[in-house]
């Protein structure tokens, strides 16, 4: 790095950086500071322990809640990942070029619906629908259903970028090989593109637990744990949402301390994906 | 890399016709959902629609205004957070490779926090500490936060699956660190550039806790960087949730925003082709 | 009427200070904030939409947040004026309310159940879990889906003061946000009952939304019967001021409790007071 512009460049990127890891760092800082109340170990026990959630009553069980959280991440992931990895294969190596470009654009509009509009469409569309087979209709499944058109997209753009990465000469090889398209796909591209495929669906996961709207409008929100997929749910987003406007004090404490939970079960998701890859190689 | 390797035999199409399926049932879905945006709110569409302001609490008139207060939210965001993003990606993937996995956790943690933490975070931190108050700067800010994780994971993502033989063919060749970030690490790496900007635009635009607590509700329209704005997704929630009647105008604005991402989506890609056609190809 | 941009209005606004001292008080160059309930809010935009067509130069800003937030930043000074949908508390006796308009609350339900009141036995029956099935009350058989609001909200006070409840006793298999989710979420569900703003019910059952409002000890579920002071379920729409406003603040909370502005309240489907 003997050139004037490199010493610059490096400068300049080092400051950017800087600010990014301060400006995150604040808000993790943030975040800390008004969990603080309630990070004791004795408040933990009272998360988990508490008989329900009536935050007025001093009743803080969080339980239910993340198991919903949980459930709902599941139910989404389920969907989305088979959903989305197809798309971006099918855009990748199957689709017409003209057909690769809508489907691209199409899963970028589906990325940009306001979650108010998912929320609309499921409280509107979805809930009759499941109400006529089960009442009450806002329901663990509605949640699951609207939740997962909503991840799919990240699924989808992430994985067809990481397939993209995968270097020409290894599909060129597999090709003189004389292997199928099937076996091309299953076999070289999509390990190859392990890496970026996983990282997407953390990505995926991540705002699958931050997503708020749209899960609050067609979730029912009744705390409890789910029993059934027809169960109404509240997941910790739609708890910080409904509540924060009034809470105070311990209270509002936990609601920050929810937000973390969620923070951390993110960062758990991505170890457990991290480790499941070791020894993965050089994965693009 | 439009590879043609045959179809054999009943097993291939079947995974063609299942993976086709697949991307058919996604389109159907998104074609159901933008079927009854577009219904319910084209009645409401016209050229006074996009100039004039809004009346009777958003239920009539126009969204100009709001469309301004928008577009001032998104350029703050993007202006601050596409160079820091791909500043910190890049010095991420060049400067720090092998190095990388803690902070590559701490953004995915970042990745899973509620949106309406951040919108408290910029409501104490940008509008009260730093006196911005109820402003497009505040909002564009902490818009900013949140698009950041995303752009920096897929960014950087995106750098480090590059060949580590480029670097050194780079270096053999005398190109200073910078030339070759720029003419052939980053253009290489836009694909995976674009799609985390398509994402993370498409994230904070339809972003509404976030903003209401920092760019705020008023829907005049915006002076200076200072004013408050209401942003169209914020302007969407308050007609469904809040006004009565106000549906056929949530729906209406629902579909501007949905044509908004289409521009930006179909921009982004195209800058991100061009980009793409710069680079020296040096494998 | 709908203004278009217009590039001198956005100028003038923009330098601020007024060549139109002359028509307007002193406080022509003051900037005027509210904070507090996402119910009374649009009501309050367009009240200060009015207003500062009538006194150019004079800039009055509505944000929402919540009724909670409306206290406390009228407390903090955040903001001059808070906006709350309830009565005040006995604890909240440092601030002063000044009611702009009332709004009724009552009980819904789907269009196809054939019920039309029911006595607060039983509702309480109901929403304690009680009564589960509409059958036991003489509808159709088809499970009761209680719909309840979120605790903090002042709606939700008010529901329980009526009916002598704790939240703890109720058992929901909904729970809602904001007002319009109510009437979404039963005209989703023919099992369904919920509890929301008479006005917007009224509204939203005579633009389509499958819901009917059920009566109340006799009364028909109608803005008219609030207005009247007949119907038993209703609560104020509130403006709260700390110790003595400024003189715009002043001037503001008049121009909202006058006869000028009735026609934006009933716009809103709230119900004016009688005037004075």
Not at chain 1, 251 to 273: D, E, P, Q, Y
Not at chain 2, 185 to 192: D, Q, R, S, T, W
Not at chain 2, 251 to 275: E, K, P
């Amino acid at each position: 790095m003997r050139v004037a512009s490199d010493l610059i460049a490096s400068r300049l990127l080092g400051a950017f950086a800087g600010t990014a890891a301060l400006l995150l760092a604040l808000v993790l800082g943030f975040l800390m500071r008004e969990a603080a109340p309630v990070l004791s170990a004795g408040h933990v026990w009272h998360f988990l322990t508490d008989d329900g959630w009536y935050p007025l009553e001093q009743r803080l069980g969080l339980l239910p809640m993340v198991w919903a959280s949980l459930a709902v991440l599941l139910g989404a992931l389920l969907l989305a990942v088979p959903l989305g990895l197809a798309t971006a294969v099918y855009e990748t190596f199957l689709a017409a070029p003209a057909v690769a470009s809508v489907l691209r654009l199409g899963m970028g509009l589906l990325a940009g619906i306001p979650s108010v509009v998912y929320g609309l469409w499921g409280l509107t569309m979805l809930v009759p629908l499941i109400a006529g087979w089960q009442a009450p209709g806002t329901s663990l499944l509605a949640a699951v259903l609207v939740l997962a058109l909503m991840i799919v997209p990240t699924v989808a753009i992430t994985g067809a970028a990481a397939l993209a990465r995968v270097p020409l000469p290894w599909l060129q090889g597999a090709s003189a090989l004389g292997l199928s398209r099937r076996t091309l796909v299953m076999g070289v591209a999509l390990p190859a593109a392990r890496g970026g495929i996983v990282a997407g669906i953390v990505l995926a996961a991540a705002r699958a637990l931050g997503e708020t709207m749209a899960v609050l409008m067609v979730a029912g929100n009744v705390v409890q744990t789910p029993g059934s997929v027809f169960d109404p749910v509240r997941v910790l987003t739609a708890n910080i949402a409904l509540e924060m406007a009034y809470a105070t004090g311990d209270h509002r404490a936990a609601l920050f301390a929810s937000g973390l939970a969620l923070a951390l079960l993110v960062l758990a998701l991505t170890a457990m994906a991290h480790l499941a890859q070791w020894g993965a190689g050089h994965a693009p | 890399m439009r590879l043609e390797p045959p179809m054999r035999n009943r097993a291939d199409r079947l995974f063609g016709a299942t993976v086709g399926a697949a991307a058919a049932l996604l389109m159907l879905v998104l074609a159901w959902v933008l079927w009854d945006v577009v219904r319910q709110g084209l009645p409401m569409w016209s050229w006074a629609y996009l100039l004039d302001e809004p009346g009777n609490a958003g239920r009539s008139g126009g969204i100009a205004p709001i469309l301004v207060a928008t577009l001032a939210i998104l350029g703050v965001a993007l202006a601050v957070a596409l160079p820091l993003s791909l500043g910190t990606a890049v010095w991420l993937a060049e400067f720090m490779s092998g190095r990388a996995m803690p902070v590559r956790l701490a953004l995915h943690a970042l990745a899973g926090v509620p949106s309406i933490v951040f919108g408290l975070f910029g409501s104490a931190f940008f509008s009260a500490f730093l006196g911005l108050g109820f402003s497009i700067l505040s909002g564009g800010l902490t818009l900013a936060c949140m698009m950041l994780p995303l752009l920096i994971s897929t960014a950087e993502a995106g750098l480090s699956a590059l060949p580590d033989e480029w670097r050194r063919g780079g270096a053999a060749l005398g190109m200073s660190r910078a030339s070759l970030v720029l003419q052939v690490l980053l253009p290489a790496a836009a694909p995976a550039v674009v799609a985390g900007a398509v994402l993370a635009v498409g994230r904070a635009t339809a972003e509404t806790a976030a903003l209401i607590f920092t760019s705020g509700y008023v829907d005049r329209m915006p002076g200076s960087w200072l004013d408050s704005g209401r942003s169209l997704a914020v302007h969407v929630y308050d007609l469904s949730m809040n006004v009565a009647g106000g549906d056929r105008a949530a729906y209406a604005a629902a579909a501007v925003l949905v044509v908004l991402i289409l521009i930006i989506n179909l921009s982004a890609a195209s800058v991100g082709q061009r980009w793409a056609l710069r680079r020296l190809t040096l494998a | 009427m709908h203004n278009r941009i217009n590039r001198r209005q956005l100028l003038f606004a923009a330098l601020g200070t007024g060549a139109s001292t002359l028509s307007s008080p002193a406080w022509s160059a003051e900037r005027l904030t509210l904070t507090g309930s996402s119910t009374v809010a649009p009501l309050a935009l367009e009240i200060a939409k009015r207003f500062e067509r009538l006194h150019p130069g004079v800039r009055v800003d509505v944000q929402s947040g919540g009724s909670s937030r409306g206290i406390a930043d009228a407390r903090s000074g955040a903001a001059q004026i808070g906006m709350v949908s309830r009565a005040l508390n006995p604890d909240e006796r440092d601030l002063t309310a000044s009611t702009i308009a009332m709004d009724g609350i009552s009980l819904i339900v789907h269009r196809s159940n054939p019920i039309t009141t029911l006595s607060d036995d039983q509702v309480k029956a109901i929403y304690t879990g009680q009564i589960k099935n509409w059958r036991e009350v003489g509808g159709s058989d088809r499970t009761i889906s209680v719909v309840n609001k979120a605790e903090g909200r002042s709606t939700l006070e008010l529901f329980l003061a009526h009916y002598q409840l704790k939240n703890s006793d109720i058992r929901a298999q909904v729970v809602i946000g904001d007002n319009q989710q109510g009437i979404k979420t039963v005209a989703a569900n023919p099992g369904g009952i919920g509890y929301v703003s008479i006005g917007t019910a009224e509204f939203e059952a005579s633009h389509g939304a499958p819901i009917r409002l059920l009566d109340m000890a006799g009364v028909p579920a109608a803005v008219a019967e609030v207005r009247k002071g007949r119907f038993p379920l209703s609560r104020p729409l509130n403006l709260v001021v700390r110790g003595e406003p400024s003189p715009l603040a002043k001037g503001f909370v008049a121009f909202a409790r006058s006869t000028a502005v009735h026609d934006l309240v009933e716009a809103q489907f709230f119900v004016t007071l009688a005037p004075n």
